[in-house]
């Protein structure tokens, strides 16, 4: 069941309420008895684990994409150039 956070308008507390998606949502304030309460939309702690997931999924800080940073370094040139030797030489 997911937790809601609600707040009061009048009196300012904040509460979290564990709830089902069924159920109404709160109207009436626990502390001051007032119809002043609002769901708190929160954002949900993600965590990305593993190698991948930076580098593949967020942009360069020079707003270069994926691309231009394998033929910046040079990557799939140095790649292509041993293979390409070795094979001429045998």
């Known amino acids: 069941m997911p937790i809601y ?5 009048h009196c300012g507390v ?9 159920d109404p949502p ?8 007032k119809k002043s309460l609002h769901k708190v939309y929160t954002p949900v702690g993600i965590v990305f684990k ?3 997931f930076y580098a593949t999924d ?4 020079s707003g ?3 691309s231009g940073r394998n033929g910046k370094n040079g990557e799939s ?6 293979s390409s030797s070795s094979s001429g030489d045998e």
């Open 5 to 9: 956070t609600y707040r009061c308008d």
């Open 14 to 22: 904040q509460f979290e309420r564990q709830q089902k998606f069924s």
């Open 50 to 52: 593993g190698s991948g």
């Open 64 to 66: 270069q994409g994926r």
């Open 58 to 61: 967020h942009r360069s800080p």
């Open 77 to 82: 040139g140095k790649a292509s150039s041993p």
């Open 26 to 33: 709160l109207t009436r304030c626990p502390e001051c008895g």
